[in-house]
């Protein structure tokens, strides 16, 4: 069979030289070059066979016999993006039940939920999410609102942050939580004055006690949202995705997936190690990772562990170096003890899994730095690429560590901004100066630091170009504030474009994906327009015209 060739001809992003380490503006300062010229740039790219052949007048050279010519007009071409912490799974489970991701009020979750159970009188469960914490004072849901709608059976709702479940009373009472329920190890159990259980359930051990009793979705399912998944992925130009909390049963269906080609994304599974049991873990998550190379295609990987250092600041389960205002008592909740975190991360480091931590609170962050620095001591040397993902707020004394140690900063850049997650929950929690340490993507920049960017979809939307837009502005998407909000946290469109390119790609170890050249993966997104030329305002607006993974389009937006 003939090799097929693709020429793409116009403006293209390479990713190479001036691509994020130039001047404070992107570009390579005191060049020469005319204005709009940038390092790192081409004006054409060719593929045959999947991966990258030529580029500039090489490529331009093939397009007189190329199969296809792609012209990219006023738009850019570019390495496809890749979200560096996710929830697939997860966010395509989410269309299966009410859809009340968007909702604006408590009221309008409660007829949405209860249309959903009349339509589908035959569930069992209702499951649903994922909905604004911030509709409710303090994020504090009644179990009453859903029994207004749903008295009869049980209804359990993820809050954004998947940190949190708001249930009805029918879903208590199936789990047995009642006001003598003791509180959990990890987790609180939001009770009303009485001691009775509001409806609100934070953390692990807390939510469990009725997501334990909701049945178990069948694996076509689950196949059914990766499929899912991977169609939102590549309409948003992403072609590479850490699933950032896989359980058994969902690596079995990403196996699924990929043997019935349901999965049209790169994926690696990070296996979540649980803080009571990991060391019954190693082997079964080391099997998992065998047969995954064995029978998971070139798609998916299993090479790396996730730990959850902390919670999460709106539910006051982050861990704090210092208590939180509205809670003078409580520092969160750290759901590994430091040392124990420590000896896991050891342990899987020694097994050669890559470290993912979700750390929120700078005595998360704190604990997840140690216990890397801990592994980067005891165990022989490799290619580990640690990565600690959110990186909200940072004590001072820790921002060095990250470059000494080669951490990877994985943030979610849409986070970055005053929402009324921030201002209504987050800043009253932990005050003004902890609050204006959040999220400091540009002073680790400055410092060396590798970022990559993730989503945490479906927590937060998927789209790069929104994030990309929040990094380099710190407004909201009204406005808000004018100078941006902790201005000098700002990224420059260049950083910004890396952290979610060849950031992600190095994360992943696919150094073969670090930028545009010959024999390169093509792995490519085309934009309606150039985001380094944008009113910066206006990035997120920018349209995929198209995707392409190894050269073969999974996505092409009407008419093009």
Not at 253 to 270: C, E, F, K, N, P
Not at 428 to 434: A, F, L, S, V, Y
Not at 475 to 485: H, I, L, S, V, Y
Not at 500 to 510: D, E, F, I, K, L
Request: glycine share 10%; charged share 25%; with cysteine.
């Amino acid at each position: 069979m003939a090799a097929t060739t693709l020429v793409f001809l116009g403006t293209v992003r390479t990713g190479g030289s001036g691509s994020g380490d130039g001047g404070s503006d992107g570009f390579d300062e005191g060049s020469g070059r005319p204005a709009g010229t940038r390092t790192g740039d081409s004006t054409a790219l060719a593929v045959r066979d999947g991966r990258i052949v030529a580029l500039g007048d090489e490529a331009r050279a093939l397009a007189a016999t190329a199969d296809e010519v792609v012209d990219i007009g006023t738009g850019l071409l570019m390495a496809a993006f890749g979200d560096g912490h996710a929830h697939p799974l997860f966010g395509g489970l989410e269309s299966f039940g009410p859809q009340i991701k968007e909702l604006d009020s408590v009221d309008a979750i409660v007829s949405e939920v209860g249309r959903w159970a009349k339509e589908n009188p035959d569930t069992e469960w209702v499951v649903g999410a994922s909905y604004d914490p911030a509709l409710a004072p303090d994020g504090a849901f009644d179990a009453r609102w859903l029994d207004a709608a749903v008295p009869d059976r049980p209804v359990v709702l993820r809050a954004h942050d998947y940190h949190t479940v708001w249930c009805n009373t029918e879903a208590l009472r199936r789990a047995g939580v009642t006001g003598t329920t003791p509180e959990p190890r990890l987790g609180w159990i939001v009770r009303r004055a009485d001691g009775s259980p509001l409806g609100t359930l934070r953390e692990w051990h807390a939510c469990d006690l009725v997501l334990d009793q909701v049945p178990a979705r069948a694996t076509d399912d689950l196949v059914e949202a990766v499929r899912r998944a991977g169609h939102a992925y590549a309409r948003a130009g992403i072609t590479w995705v850490q699933d950032a909390w896989v359980e058994p049963e969902m690596a079995e269906a990403y196996l699924v997936a990929a043997r019935s080609g349901a999965l049209s994304v790169r994926v690696d599974l990070a296996q979540r190690a649980d803080p009571d049991r990991w060391r019954e873990q190693l082997g079964p998550f080391a099997a998992t990772r065998a047969r995954v190379a064995a029978d998971g295609g070139e798609l998916l990987t299993a090479r790396t562990v996730k730990y959850f250092s902390d919670g999460v600041i709106e539910g006051g389960t982050a861990a704090m170096l210092a208590p939180y205002l509205d809670a003078p008592h409580s520092c969160g909740m750290p759901v590994w003890e430091p040392g124990a975190l420590a000896e896991a991360v050891r342990a899987f480091d020694a097994e050669g899994f890559q470290t993912h931590i979700h750390a929120i609170g700078d005595a998360g962050v704190r604990a997840a730095l140690d216990a890397i620095e801990s592994a980067v001591a005891a165990n022989p040397a490799w290619d580990r690429r640690p990565v600690i993902t959110h990186v909200q707020v940072v004590d001072s004394a820790d921002l060095p560590r990250f470059a000494a140690l080669d951490v990877i900063a994985n943030f979610e850049p849409l986070w970055a901004q005053p929402d009324p997650l921030q201002t209504e929950l987050s800043i009253p929690r932990i005050g003004p100066e902890r609050a204006g340490r959040q999220y400091p993507m540009g002073e680790l920049a400055r410092d060396g630091v590798r970022l990559s960017f993730g989503s945490d979809w479906p927590v937060s939307s998927h789209v790069p170009l929104e994030g990309i837009q929040v990094a380099v502005t710190r407004r909201t998407f009204t406005g808000e504030p004018a100078d941006g909000w902790i201005p000098h946290q700002r990224l420059t469109v260049d950083q910004a474009l890396t952290a979610a390119t060849a950031g992600v790609a190095h994360q992943a170890g696919a150094d073969d994906r670090l930028e545009l050249a010959p024999g390169a993966p093509a792995d490519l997104v085309l934009l309606s327009a150039d985001p380094r030329t944008a009113d910066p305002m206006e990035i997120r607006h920018a349209r995929v015209r198209g995707t392409w993974l190894g050269g073969r389009p999974t996505y092409r937006a009407a008419g093009e």
